[in-house]
């Protein structure tokens, strides 16, 4: 996952010292997401910030081919350990995307954005619509403005928060979704609910 100060060692301390820290079940997202994808005949998916792939095995066990990418490589190693090799899991940053030539029709990335400055929120989505073949569908879920959490911890930012310990969160809302996606063939957001309140926000190509 991510990124800026919390950086790679935080990711990798996380998930050396938590392991499986979310279990094993998908997320809410990732079922809907599985779904859509389903009806609409997606086939070949990217998921940037993969962790240890308990969303992706959904996709995996349902016919798809995933390539993950992975900030941390003690994730990478637990998801190597539950689901073998069936993934292709590229080790490094989403900021450093792409690290191949491939397009994909689908692409899924479930709550990494909002981790990301806007600098980066705006590479991320750019090179993931870049990475999508024509008539293909880039899903994102991110925290909402909803959530208890939006406003505390020290402000970095407009809607831009750092707590839990060196995290920081970008919280969205309609207006900031038509902002930073607007261009790149939005078409429906949805409100899930994980831990937190989340946006599903799906774009298609062309």
Partial sequence: MSIENEGPEFWEKSFIEKQEMWGFEPANSAILTKDFFLKNSISNILIPGI?????????????????????SKTAIEIARKH?????????GSVTDMPFDNAQFDGIFCYALIHLLSSDEREKLIRDCY?????????????????????????RIGKDRYEMFGGVNL?????????????????????KVTE????????????
């Fill in 83 to 91: 689901y073998g090799k069936d993934m292709t899991i590229y080790h």
């Fill in 130 to 154: 870049n990475q999508l073949a024509e008539g293909g569908y880039m899903v994102f879920s991110a925290i909402s403005k909803e959530a208890p959490t939006y406003g505390q911890g020290k």
């Fill in 51 to 71: 962790g240890y792939g308990r969303n992706a095995q959904l996709f995996v066990e349902n016919g798809m081919r995933v390539t993950g990418i992975e900030i």
């Fill in 195 to 206: 831990n937190y309140p989340f946006f599903l926000i799906k774009c298609k190509k062309g």
């Fill in 170 to 190: 970008f919280f969205y809302d309609s207006e900031s979704i038509e902002a930073e996606f607007g261009n790149f063939g939005l078409f429906e957001v949805t």
